[in-house]
């Protein structure tokens, strides 16, 4: 969770006038606190903050307490695994301008950035016109399991100067297909090499009105979403047209209720993945508790010791305290509660599964 103070915040949502109101209400605007937070929304309402201002300051907690879920689609060569890096921040993505495929499997990479967690996934083995249908599908199971319990946006990903092929046509019928029309709802449309409309001073608009009639008719269904990234960008601009994207993302998310994509498929994905994270947890908790017993067993090994050689410690207060230790255990049960950071931790390690063992045998598996 990102840490900063309450001035910091209102800043960063420029909305500098609600640091005057809070300290004149005697309350220290530069003590650090978690953001984002439930303690800044109790003092919204605690000091009767205006409707108008909660109800902003609310939609800045609600966008930086969101995880999003980014999905990559595009063909080879389209500049897609650079865009992850682009968004991701770092070369997590193996990218390549020569055209040629350097992973032929979907893949994924996570980053905290601007205040959110960002899960992109890459897709390239759906657009392999080699895989066979078995293997193409096996690509969306994994898809699907890397992007659990839902992606908040589908991003197509296209060249300028490059065409709209059968190829990537097929591809979104195919998706369309699985999972129904309403996919359309959370597509988004990025065009990469940027630099080249800007070498000819030609802007985004002009360039799609210009565009084949195919595109133009699949940018309508995406709802008119697109935009421009020049991956070559570093620093500021670079962080600046990836924190466009996210906005755009997030006034999409909130045109669809404030959920990500979800239908029977995902939520039988996300049913299997919990399974599979019980299962880590389960194994994390006897992990512990072999350690606990291993450290109770050598604490009382060194007080038995010491007890012989007549030392201060009493092996009797030893064994009283581990005992007692074990009482609370067996009050409690196995079972602990996990932190935040656990918890993704858990996550991130089942996709790792997913990613390198794919998702329909674990989903065969799974008692659902």
């Known amino acids: 969770m990102e840490r900063g103070t309450f001035a910091s915040f209102f800043k960063d949502i420029e909305m500098e006038y609600c640091i005057h109101k ?9 003590r650090l606190i978690d953001l984002p937070g439930d303690y800044v929304n109790s003092l919204l309402t605690e000091f009767h903050v205006d409707a108008t201002t909660q109800l902003i300051i609310n939609y800045e907690i609600y966008k930086r307490k969101l995880t999003l879920r980014i999905v990559l689609l595009g063909k080879t060569g389209s500049g897609k695994s650079a865009t992850g890096n ?20 979907c893949s994924f990479q996570s ?27 096996n690509e969306i199971s994994k898809c699907i399991g890397l992007s659990s319990p839902g992606p908040h946006a589908f991003i197509m990903v296209l060249s300028v ?15 369309k297909k699985q999972f129904g029309e309403s996919i359309y709802s959370y597509f988004i449309v990025l065009f990469t090499r940027r630099d080249d409309l800007d070498r000819e001073n030609q802007s985004l608009d002009e360039y799609i009105k210009s565009s084949p009639p195919r595109l133009v008719k699949f940018i309508e269904k995406c709802g008119a979403r697109v935009v421009a990234f020049d991956n070559t960008l570093n620093g500021k601009a670079s962080d600046d047209q990836v924190q466009d994207l996210l906005e755009l993302i997030c ?22 993945i919990q399974e599979m994270e019980n299962e880590k947890m389960s194994e994390m908790e006897e992990v512990e508790m072999r350690e606990r017993d291993e450290e109770r067993k050598q604490k009382i090994k060194l007080a038995k ?39 993704k931790k858990i996550r991130d390690n089942v996709r790792k599964d997913i990613s390198n063992n794919g998702f329909c045998r674990l989903m065969q598996q799974c008692e659902i």
């Open 305 to 343: 010791n010491a007890n012989e050689t007549n030392d201060t410690i009493s092996l009797d207060q030893v064994l009283k305290n581990e005992l007692e230790k074990v009482d609370v255990r067996a009050i409690l049960g196995p079972g602990r509660s996990y932190s935040s950071f656990e918890k």
């Open 161 to 175: 100067g490059s065409d709209f092929t059968d190829e990537e046509k097929q591809v979104i019928d195919n998706f």
């Open 86 to 105: 682009s968004i991701i921040g770092s070369a997590q993505f193996k990218s390549s301008a020569s055209g040629h495929p350097l992973t032929s499997t």
């Open 22 to 30: 809070f300290r004149n209400k005697g309350i220290d605007v530069e």
């Open 251 to 272: 006034k999409n998310i909130q045109n669809n209720g404030d959920e990500c994509y979800r239908d029977p498929i995902f939520m039988k994905a996300e049913k299997c």
């Open 111 to 137: 980053a905290d950035r601007f205040g959110k967690e960002i899960v992109v996934v890459d897709t390239p083995g759906l657009f392999d016109t080699k895989k066979t249908t078995k293997k193409v599908l």
